[in-house]
């Protein structure tokens, strides 16, 4: 089968700064794939290299076999953006501009039946005839998702599809893409939240500096990465047994970097056994960039 | 829609929108352009009319199709500079970015609506200056021919302009100091016979003054130059500021990095 994505040793530069170094990456279709990565880590960069709002230093990226540039018009029917930067058009309502964004890509009045459902699914359907500059920010992304897919593309690729969403309208967005995912779409996405990645994707590819530094099955890479911070608030020192998973201190307020939820119990004891007594605590996500210095500093 | 093959339905689709832009806000975009250029219209005459002819015309009615011409140029310029540069800014330009219309497509649709921008302002100042002036128009082909070539030119330009601005302030610096000079030397206002040979031969420089002067053929049969000529240059100048506008666009310059 056709990979829904390929990209091969692609760069990207801007100046002397190396946005992208090197990528390789095939997605197949009907998965569910996360991109992940701190701030600036090049998701961006690579996710408009396949829409083909900027062009590749050198490498080439196909989408559902079609080149982004030799086979821009075809690359283009098959793939659909949610754009990171909350963008509108200031002078059209919901439906007009969904209407629009069909006709693009050369749909017409056949096609207004799918616009309507993409409203009511995405609860749109009593804004639909608001002017895009009056929605709320949460209403604004997911007119952006409607937006993608206007044209029933295979290959869906939303960036940063939560940032600043909130948790009601991020489990009505997942429900709603999940479905799009068991109805044979292929969905990418990229996040900051190893949380999300977590739940959803079945593959996921680790970002940083330009590069991909880890690519796994999500179950596979989670039991590699520290994924969850313990915060704990002690009545004395850390034993020093438990000090190789310290992340953080200040006073006697620690941050252990912890694989599975299942090492709490065996840190517990650790401490009880030490005669210290826990003040508080509190499991956490851990922060990408702390993951990211884990990862890069293994050996 | 039904007419428009599945082909053409996505630089079609683009035109509509276009075109449904400035007509959303027609007030300022139409309305207005009408007004100011009956302003011009009113003070002008009123204080040289009687005291000056050209070409055996009376001031007002030389004056009209001037000021007709240059509100045209100035409103398809706007229409395909300022929708750029908006969607620029905005970031909306990206939903058209991300479509499989080509940069030829682009380029036509954004000029189809520029022209006719230019054509609605033109039609509505002369529907409503006829409503108090005679003017009867000699060679109707001529004054369409110049009115579609001048806007076109225009609207190419205005491509131009609205992809190489990155700001607002930088769109107004090009409106200020190209647009309006090039549209105020142009002989709107007078027959350049009446200056002195060096602002002649600048004014031989201007595309706009070609534009106006063969507009102005349209209406009274006479003209400072041959209307074929003017209608040349016009058309030259068009293909060049086109080639600009479609070799800009093919590089993708400031919109695909
Ligand atoms: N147009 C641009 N010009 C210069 N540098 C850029 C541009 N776009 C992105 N970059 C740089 O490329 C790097 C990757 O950015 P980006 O892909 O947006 O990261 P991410 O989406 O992972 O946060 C960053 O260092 C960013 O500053
Ligand atoms: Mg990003």
């Given at each position: 089968m056709i990979p829904a994505i390929k990209i091969e040793q692609v760069q990207k530069h801007y100046g002397n700064l190396q946005a992208l170094r090197g990528i390789d990456l095939a997605i197949e279709q009907g998965e569910f794939f996360a991109l992940l990565g701190p701030n600036g880590a090049g998701k961006s960069t690579l996710i408009n290299l396949l829409a083909g709002l900027i062009r590749p230093t050198s490498g080439?990226?196909?989408?559902?076999?079609?080149?982004?540039?030799?086979?821009?018009?075809?690359?283009?029917?098959?793939?659909?953006?949610?754009?990171?930067?909350?963008?509108?058009?200031?002078?059209?309502?919901?439906?007009?501009?969904?209407?629009?964004?069909?006709?693009?890509?050369?749909?017409?009045?056949?096609?207004?039946?799918?616009?309507?459902?993409?409203?009511?699914?995405?609860?749109?359907?009593?804004?639909?005839?608001?002017?895009?500059?009056?929605?709320?920010?949460?209403?604004?992304?997911?007119?952006?998702?409607?937006?993608?897919?206007?044209?029933?593309?295979?290959?869906?690729?939303?960036?940063?599809?939560?940032?600043?969403?909130?948790?009601?309208?991020?489990?009505?967005?997942?429900?709603?893409?999940?479905?799009?995912?068991?109805?044979?779409?292929?969905?990418?996405?990229?996040?900051?939240?190893?949380?999300?990645?977590?739940?959803?994707?079945?593959?996921?590819?680790?970002?940083?500096?330009?590069?991909?530094?880890?690519?796994?099955?999500?179950?596979?890479?989670?039991?590699?990465?520290?994924?969850?911070?313990?915060?704990?608030?002690?009545?004395?020192?850390?034993?020093?047994?438990?000090?190789?998973?310290?992340r953080h201190e200040e006073g006697n307020e620690y941050m252990l970097a912890l694989t599975e939820v299942a090492q709490v119990e065996r840190v517990l004891s650790q401490i009880r056994e030490a005669n210290i007594v826990v003040e508080d605590m509190q499991l956490i996500e851990a922060d990408l960039e702390d993951v990211f210095v884990d990862l890069v500093g293994q050996p | 829609m039904n007419l428009i093959s599945r082909e053409m339905r996505g630089p079609w689709t683009l035109f509509k929108k276009e075109l449904l832009r400035f007509w959303r806000v027609s007030f300022q975009t139409v309305a207005a352009p009408v007004m100011t250029a009956l302003l011009y219209l009113l003070v002008f005459s009123h204080v040289l009319e009687g005291r000056v002819q050209v070409h055996g015309v009376n001031y007002t009615s030389f004056l009209i199709p001037g000021l007709i011409m240059m509100s045209v140029l100035q409103n398809a310029f706007a229409n395909s500079s300022s929708s750029l540069i908006q969607s620029k800014v905005m970031g909306n330009l990206v939903f058209v970015l991300l479509t499989p219309i080509s940069y030829l497509e682009f380029f036509l649709a954004f000029l189809a609506a520029a022209i006719a921008r230019g054509l609605v302002v033109g039609v509505g100042i002369y529907l409503?200056?006829?409503?108090?002036?005679?003017?009867?128009?000699?060679?109707?082909?001529?004054?369409?021919?110049?009115?579609?070539?001048?806007?076109?030119?225009?609207?190419?330009?205005?491509?131009?302009?609205?992809?190489?601005?990155?700001?607002?302030?930088?769109?107004?610096?090009?409106?200020?100091?190209?647009?309006?000079?090039?549209?105020?030397?142009?002989?709107?206002?007078?027959?350049?016979?009446?200056?002195?040979?060096?602002?002649?031969?600048?004014?031989?420089?201007?595309?706009?003054?070609?534009?106006?002067?063969?507009?102005?053929?349209?209406?009274?049969?006479?003209?400072?130059?041959?209307?074929?000529?003017?209608?040349?240059?016009?058309?030259l100048s068009f293909f060049a500021i086109a080639w600009l506008a479609l070799h800009m666009l093919k590089s993708g310059y400031k919109l695909r990095g």
């Open positions: 080439r990226l196909s989408v559902m076999g079609f080149d982004v540039q030799t086979q821009y018009r075809q690359a283009r029917h098959t793939l659909g953006v949610v754009p990171q930067e909350l963008v509108f058009d200031p002078f059209f309502n919901v439906r007009e501009m969904l209407r629009f964004q069909a006709g693009y890509f050369g749909l017409g009045p056949e096609n207004d039946a799918w616009v309507d459902e993409i409203i009511e699914c995405l609860g749109l359907a009593d804004k639909a005839h608001t002017n895009m500059r009056k929605l709320s920010g949460g209403m604004k992304r997911r007119a952006l998702i409607a937006q993608a897919l206007v044209h029933k593309p295979p290959v869906i690729v939303l960036d940063e599809p939560t940032a600043g969403v909130d948790v009601e309208l991020r489990q009505m967005m997942w429900e709603f893409i999940k479905r799009l995912n068991r109805e044979g779409h292929t969905i990418i996405l990229t996040t900051h939240y190893l949380e999300e990645a977590e739940t959803l994707c079945s593959r996921v590819a680790m970002m940083k500096q330009g590069q991909i530094i880890a690519l796994d099955s999500t179950a596979n890479l989670l039991k590699k990465i520290p994924g969850k911070n313990l915060r704990l608030k002690l009545s004395a020192a850390l034993p020093e047994t438990l000090r190789p998973l310290l | 409503v200056v006829i409503l108090f002036i005679d003017l009867p128009i000699i060679h109707p082909l001529m004054v369409l021919a110049f009115t579609i070539l001048g806007s076109a030119l225009l609207g190419a330009f205005g491509i131009i302009a609205g992809m190489w601005a990155d700001k607002f302030d930088q769109m107004a610096a090009f409106q200020n100091f190209i647009i309006m000079p090039l549209s105020f030397l142009s002989g709107v206002f007078y027959s350049i016979h009446s200056l002195p040979p060096f602002w002649q031969e600048v004014s031989h420089l201007n595309p706009f003054f070609y534009i106006i002067d063969g507009f102005r053929y349209g209406f009274f049969g006479v003209s400072d130059m041959s209307p074929a000529v003017s209608l040349s240059i016009v058309a």
